[in-house]
């Protein structure tokens, strides 16, 4: 009887502690207090879509701003440099490896991008 109860005691403790863990396994949330780095605003869109089946909403929607050419470059280095998983994990929820990164399109002044497989997205 005893064995019981402490084998029922350590499985909701477990459970308490996976429920407060920010990053289990399931967990595809942004790590830390700084939001992710969107290049352009449709990503952030993208991103917002998809939910943390452990949390739900991943990060807190933010205002978009302008973002040059050259730095837009150099940002996606430091985001590929960038050495922390759970980054990573989250950025590729949002952004699976086989459609990102996007290659950038000006049609008539506007910038599209346009995805691995070939689908469009408006970007500014």
């Known amino acids: 009887m005893r064995t019981r109860t402490l084998l029922a005691r350590i499985e909701r403790a477990e459970q ?9 396994s399931e967990c595809i949330c942004f790590p830390g207090p ?3 780095l969107f290049l352009y605003p449709i990503q952030q869109e993208v991103a917002l879509e998809v939910k943390c089946p452990f949390h739900g909403a991943r990060f ?3 205002y978009h701003l302008y973002m040059a050419k050259w730095r837009r470059e150099k940002q996606i280095k430091y985001r590929l440099s960038r050495p922390n998983a759970q980054y990573h994990k989250a950025w590729n929820a949002s952004f699976p490896p086989e459609l990102w990164p996007a290659e950038e399109i000006l049609v008539e002044g506007k910038t599209w991008l346009r995805l691995k497989d070939g689908s469009m997205l408006f970007g500014e």
């Open 60 to 62: 807190q929607p933010f």
């Open 34 to 36: 700084e939001p992710p």
């Open 16 to 24: 308490a502690a996976k429920a407060q863990s920010k990053f289990a």
